[in-house]
C-alpha cells in the first residue's frame, strides 16, 4: 500500500500515515459530489475512510492530506472544497439527533432470495455497513449502543436533547416479546441516565430525562401487522414503522419469494394509518423479473393505489450480494442488474411523480462496495440522479427536496400550504409553512378516519388524529430560543392550532397525537392528556 505520511502536532507529535490511494478516492468522490447543502464534507470522507480501514482520520488530518495531494498533483486545489472541509460540521440539521440501534442477529421468517445472510448480522445486515459497525463494537447492547451515539454526537458539538430512536435489524416482530422490551428499556436507560425498575418507569423518567425520545421507529414486514401488533407498538413507544414492501405486483413478490401480497401491504398500511403511526415504506427496483417498464409502472401504483400513499419513502434498488440465492440467479444467467445509467433513469422519473407530502429519504441502499458483485456501485446515486434531473429540467417536489434544514427563517414570510388528499380509510391533510421561494420550514400531517371501525384502538376511535409534526431548523437544547430559526418560532403550535380548526370544522369532537415519550409534556402544554396509548383533547 502506498501511504501519505508527514508529521502532525495533534495527538501527541507523531507521524500520520494514511493510505493514500483511499485517501485520494475519497476525497475525489467528495469534491465531485459538489456542494450536497448542508452535509458535512470532512465527516462524510472520514466516515468512508473509515469504512475500508476502520481509522477516523481526524479533520486535521484530511485537510493536511488534501494540501499534500494538492502539492503532489493528484488533485486540483478548490479553496471553496478546502473551506467546506474545514468548515464547522453543521448542527443536526434535521432538528434531532437520530440515533440507530440495531437488534441481535436472529432469524427472519422471510425467505426473500436477494436478502444476504452473514454470520454474527441480523438478518438483511452487512458487517461493514457503518450502523452495524458500531454495534458489534457495542455487541448488540442496546445501553451501549444509544449512549456511545449520544455521547459521539456531543463530542461534535451537536445538541441531543432530543433523540429520534432508530431501530433496525431485520424484522422486529420475530424476535421475542421480552427482549423487545428489554432492548427499549435499555435504550431509554441511556438516554435517561439513570436504570429504571421497568419499561413503564423508564418510560416516565424520559418525560423530563436529559435526552428525550422524540420519535421511535421499528422495521417490519407486512404480515407482520395486526391489531394485537399495533397496541404492542404502541405500548413500547413506538411512534413509526418502516414496512418492506418491495413491490406493489403479486408476480414479483412471489418470484422474489417475499412470502407476502400486495393485501398483506394494504392491510397493514391501513391499520397503522388509521392508529395515526407514520408509514415509511421501502420499495425495490430491479427485483428478479422486474424490467425498469415495469417498476415504473410500479412505481406509480403507490400514489395511484389509496391504500398504499406512504408519508416517507427509501427507494433500495436491488444491490446483488454474494450470500443470497439471487447470486445463484445472476451465475446462472437468469438474473442481470441494470446498467448504471438506466437505473439512473428510471429513478429520476420516479421522483418527479412523489406527491409533496411524501419524503423520499434515500434512493439506494448503503452497502460497502467490495460485497456488491454486480450493478450499481457509486455510493454517491442521488447525486448522479440530481445532475441527471438538472440537466433535463425535471423537478421532485418531495419534502426531502424542499426543506430548509439549518436554514434561517422570517416567519412573517412564511405562507401555510394546506394539500388534503384521500386514502382507503382517511381524509389526510398536510400542512405545511413554506418560505417565499416555497422551501418548508415545517409540517404537520392530520388524519381525519372516515369509519370509527377501521381505528383498531378504542381511545382514539372518535378522534382526529396528529401523525406527526415536524419543524425544522437546527436542534437546540430544550428550553432554549434560537432567533429566527424555525424549530423555536412557534411553527409547531400554529400548525397543531390549525390543525385543530379544520377537525373541529369537520365535525369531531376530539383530537388525538401519537406523542413520543419525550414530548408529552410539550403537549400537556396545549391541553393534551395522556389516555393509555395516545394523548388527546377536548376541541
Ligand atoms: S423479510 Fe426482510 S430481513 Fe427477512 S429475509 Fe426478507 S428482506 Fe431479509
Ligand atoms: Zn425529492
Request: glycine letters at 14%; hydrophobic letters at 25%.
Given at each position: 500500500m502506498e501511504v501519505l505520511s508527514w508529521s502532525s502536532?495533534?495527538?501527541?507529535e507523531r507521524t500520520v500515515v494514511l493510505n493514500k490511494a483511499l485517501l485520494l478516492e475519497v476525497l475525489r468522490a467528495a469534491w465531485e459530489e459538489g456542494?450536497?447543502?448542508?452535509?458535512?464534507v470532512y465527516a462524510r470522507v472520514a466516515r468512508r475512510y473509515a469504512r475500508h480501514t476502520g481509522y477516523v482520520p481526524s479533520k486535521t488530518e484530511v485537510v493536511s492530506g488534501y494540501r499534500a495531494l494538492v502539492a503532489e498533483g493528484a488533485l486540483p486545489f478548490d479553496r471553496e472544497f478546502l473551506r467546506r472541509l474545514q468548515r464547522k460540521p453543521v448542527r443536526t440539521s434535521s432538528g434531532v439527533a437520530p440515533v440507530t440501534v440495531l437488534t441481535k442477529p436472529y432469524p427472519c421468517p422471510g425467505k426473500c432470495i436477494f436478502c444476504p445472510t452473514f454470520i454474527n448480522m441480523p438478518k438483511s445486515y452487512v458487517p461493514d455497513e457503518p450502523g452495524a459497525q458500531r454495534a458489534l463494537q457495542n455487541e448488540f447492547d442496546p445501553y451501549r449502543q444509544t449512549l456511545s451515539r449520544i455521547r459521539a454526537f456531543e463530542a461534535i458539538g451537536h445538541d441531543a436533547s432530543k433523540v429520534e430512536l432508530l431501530i433496525l435489524g431485520g424484522t422486529w416482530s420475530a424476535y421475542p416479546r421480552d427482549y423487545q422490551e428489554w432492548f427499549i428499556k435499555r435504550c431509554f436507560d441511556a438516554m435517561n441516565g439513570v436504570e429504571a425498575a421497568s419499561l413503564e418507569e423508564a418510560q416516565r423518567l424520559n418525560e423530563t430525562a436529559p435526552h428525550r425520545n422524540v420519535g421511535l421507529v421499528i422495521e417490519t414486514r407486512p404480515d407482520a401487522i395486526s391489531p394485537r401488533e399495533i397496541v404492542r407498538l404502541r405500548r413500547l413507544g413506538v411512534t413509526k414503522v418502516q414496512l418492506g414492501l418491495q413491490s406493489l405486483d403479486d408476480r414479483i413478490l412471489a418470484l422474489n419469494k417475499r412470502g407476502h401480497t400486495v393485501e398483506d401491504t394494504r392491510r397493514a398500511i391501513r391499520l397503522l394509518r388509521a392508529a395515526g403511526f407514520k408509514i415509511v415504506v421501502h420499495w425495490m427496483a430491479?427485483?428478479?423479473?422486474?424490467t425498469p417498464a415495469s417498476d415504473y409502472e410500479d412505481f406509480l401504483r403507490l400514489w395511484k393505489d389509496p391504500a398504499i400513499r406512504p408519508d416517507e419513502l427509501k427507494i433500495y434498488p436491488t444491490s446483488l450480494l454474494e450470500n443470497t440465492e439471487l447470486y445463484q440467479y445472476w451465475l446462472e444467467g437468469k438474473y442481470q442488474p441494470y446498467e448504471e445509467q438506466v437505473l439512473v433513469d428510471l429513478i429520476a422519473r420516479c421522483k418527479t411523480q412523489v406527491p409533496r407530502y411524501c419524503r423520499i429519504n434515500r434512493v439506494f441502499r448503503d452497502i460497502p462496495t467490495p460485497h456488491i458483485v454486480a450493478g450499481n456501485k457509486k455510493t454517491n446515486l442521488r447525486q448522479l440522479v440530481h445532475a441527471y434531473m438538472a440537466e433535463r429540467g425535471m423537478q421532485c417536489q418531495c419534502i426531502r427536496c424542499r426543506e430548509i434544514r439549518h436554514q434561517r427563517v422570517d416567519p412573517a414570510t412564511l405562507r401555510l400550504d394546506v394539500l388534503t388528499y384521500e386514502t382507503d380509510v382517511t381524509r389526510e391533510y398536510f400542512l405545511s409553512f413554506v418560505t417565499p421561494e416555497n422551501r418548508i420550514a415545517g409540517f404537520l400531517r392530520l388524519a381525519l378516519p372516515q369509519t370509527p371501525d377501521v381505528v383498531p384502538v378504542e381511545e382514539i376511535r372518535h378522534a382526529a388524529m396528529i401523525r406527526e409534526v415536524h419543524v425544522y431548523g437546527p436542534a437546540l437544547p430544550l428550553g432554549t430560543d434560537g432567533e429566527g430559526e424555525a424549530q423555536h418560532s412557534g411553527l409547531g403550535r400554529r400548525l397543531i392550532a390549525q390543525a385543530m380548526a379544520i377537525a373541529r370544522e369537520a365535525g369531531y369532537r376530539e383530537i388525538g397525537v401519537i406523542a413520543a415519550i419525550g414530548t408529552r409534556n410539550y403537549y400537556r402544554r396545549l391541553g393534551f392528556e395522556l389516555r393509555e396509548l395516545y394523548m388527546v383533547r377536548s376541541l
Open positions: 502536532r495533534e495527538r501527541v456542494d450536497a447543502s448542508g452535509s458535512d430491479n427485483l428478479y423479473g422486474a
